[in-house]
Nanobody, 126 residues
Framework: EVRLVESGGGLVQAGGSLRLSCAAYGFTVDDQVIGWFRQAPGKEREGIACFSGPDDSTYYEDSVKGRFTVSSDNAKNTVYLQMNSLKPEDTAVYYC???????????????????WGQGTQVTVSS
């Protein structure tokens, strides 16, 4: 059974850091693309970062470039999202998702991803 389980969310002050984890079950992360998405209240879900297991490529949405870093630990079959310099506008439910492949112009498209985690809440206070 393919499953993705996010963890690591919480409440943090502006300027702080959090590291989200996406543990994968039923497949290996180095065979798949893992995308990170977030959805704030009243807004659409948006892609913010992506890690491509087959070639170690990474992609970032402009608002998180330089602050967020995506990485993987194949031994733990887990992909991480390190979030630094957090801002109140980063407050959202964060999801990870898996896709067999993406292109550099489609990595943030929700329809590319077949499996989704349950989400983890990140709240950044001002």
């Amino acid at each position: 059974e393919v499953r993705l389980v996010e963890s690591g969310g919480g409440l943090v002050q502006a300027g702080g850091s959090l590291r989200l984890s996406c543990a994968a079950y039923g497949f290996t992360v180095d065979d798949q693309v893992i995308g990170w998405f977030r959805q704030a209240p009243g807004k659409e879900r948006e892609g913010i970062a992506c890690f491509s297991g087959p070639d170690d490529s990474t992609y970032y949405e402009d608002s998180v470039k330089g602050r967020f870093t995506v990485s993987s630990d194949n031994a733990k079959n887990t992909v991480y999202l390190q979030m630094n310099s957090l801002k109140p506008e980063d407050t959202a439910v964060y999801y990870c998702a898996a896709a067999p492949r993406v292109y550099d112009y489609t990595w943030s498209h929700l329809y590319e991803y077949d499996y989704w985690g349950q989400g983890t809440q990140v709240t950044v206070s001002s």
